[in-house]
């Protein structure tokens, strides 16, 4: 089992995660959201501590405890004073390493689980999301939602929870990562004497890249905006084009000073909410753009976002907005890593993804050296209108916009 840290000096917290390589890409269609529902049973309680105590140990003592899935990964972790840092441990390697998995919790938690996925369907931002990874990706597990659907979350049973967890959570797929006031050495120890039995391996499933579904894809609600999502291939995590693809997408839609933003809301008034996001995963990834506008405007929203992402295939950033937006995505990265939180996730993924550290200079020279050519050609590559997709969500229909190949 890998355990890394990372000494912040002058910072009163900690912040301790244990990252398992496993996500809702790894699942079965049958058992679709049973990692997510694995996250919500580790805290109801073990042995020695109930769901109760397992909160208050911590909040006890002024810290925070979580947990997230995602894609390709899961992360139980602890935020606390520096001097708190073995007790958090010792609470996060207990529900870990011995949660009961009760039939009683499994009851309980699929209702809450069940409501997270209403609560979702109810908010348009977040469902449009969702609803345009499953038409773009459809049939692949990086299609499905994290969360799972109703239907498969009603028909996951204690077994395939137990069956899930024997075969997963095994050494080689766990890391346990620290950040803020911490020795690594006597960090090391801590670990060695709380997960010196966990023992077994688990080869992660080879990697199985989605085709790309084009399309206008279409869910009619009675709702007073079009929520839409315009998305096109991107970057994986892993591709050394990756900080080139921050550049594009900073540029087209990532914030107040961006393309999209100015050309849409500020300029005419069409939008309140617009912005533009990149989605890499391992092997593979897609870019996306948001924004939500009244039924008479989605037309005309579509086609000034596809006009953008057309002008910067063809004739790349102008020489200023490219170091601006340089400027600006080396300012966010110390800004980013102002918490001991942020900088956990930060090395874990960096160990996930690439088995070392990438420092901060190593980034932000990569950035640096992007140049006015690499921006055009990485455009030309990922803004390709043959693999355009498109999804509305709201009071929509057949023919409000049309798919472009220029």
């Not at 925070?64 to 441990?89: G, Q």
């Not at 870990?96 to 109810?122: G, H, K, P």
């Not at 942020?342 to 200079?361: C, G, H, K, W």
Request: glycine share 8%; hydrophobic share 40%.
């Amino acid at each position: 089992m890998r355990v890394v840290t990372e000494s912040v000096r002058d910072v009163a917290s900690a912040t301790v995660g244990i990252w398992v390589e496993n996500g809702s890409r790894y699942e079965s269609q049958r058992l679709n959201g049973i990692s997510h529902f694995i996250e919500h049973l580790l805290f109801k309680g073990t042995s020695t501590r109930s769901a109760r105590r397992v909160a208050e140990e911590i909040e006890c003592l002024g810290g925070t405890i979580n947990a997230f899935t995602d894609k390709e990964s899961t992360c139980y972790h602890a935020r606390v004073l520096a001097e708190h840092l073995e007790a958090s441990l010792d609470v996060l390697g207990d529900i870990f390493l011995n949660s009961l998995f009760r039939d009683d919790d499994l009851s309980l938690e699929r209702e809450v689980i069940l409501q997270e996925i209403f609560d979702c369907e109810d908010s348009p931002e977040d469902f449009i999301h969702d609803y345009f990874l499953e038409k773009y990706w459809p049939g692949h597990p990086l299609g499905w939602t994290i969360t799972g659907t109703a239907e498969t979350v009603r028909s996951i049973k204690r077994e395939d929870i137990l069956e899930f967890v024997a075969e997963r959570y095994r050494p080689d797929r766990v890391l346990v990562v620290a950040a803020g006031r911490v020795d690594h050495d006597e960090f090391v120890d801590m670990c060695r004497s709380r997960f010196a039995g966990l023992g077994g391996t688990f080869a992660r499933p080879s990697d199985d890249r989605p085709d790309f579904n084009p399309g206008v894809f279409i869910s009619n609600r009675d709702l007073e905006q079009v929520h839409l999502v315009v998305g096109l291939p991107g970057v994986s995590v892993t591709d050394a084009r990756r900080e080139t693809a921050e550049i594009l997408v900073t540029a087209l839609g990532g914030g107040m000073s961006s393309r999209l933003f100015q050309s849409i809301r500020e300029e005419r008034g069409l939008a309140y909410s617009v912005y533009a996001f990149q989605s890499p995963f391992r092997d593979i990834g897609y870019t996306g753009v948001y924004a939500a506008t009244s039924r008479d405007h989605v037309a005309e929203v579509v086609d000034l976002i596809l006009d953008e992402v057309s002008v910067i295939a063809r004739h790349g950033l102008k020489a200023d907005e490219l170091e601006r937006t340089k400027g600006q995505l080396i300012g966010s990265i110390p800004l980013s890593l102002e918490s001991t939180e942020s900088r956990m996730v930060r090395i874990a993924r960096n160990q996930i993804y690439f088995d070392r550290e990438l420092p901060v200079t190593e980034v932000v020279d990569t950035i640096q050296s992007a140049s006015q050519g690499d921006v055009i050609e990485l455009a030309r590559e990922v803004f390709a209108f043959e693999r355009l997709g498109i999804a509305l969500l709201g009071d929509a229909e057949e023919g409000m916009v049309t798919l472009r190949t220029d």
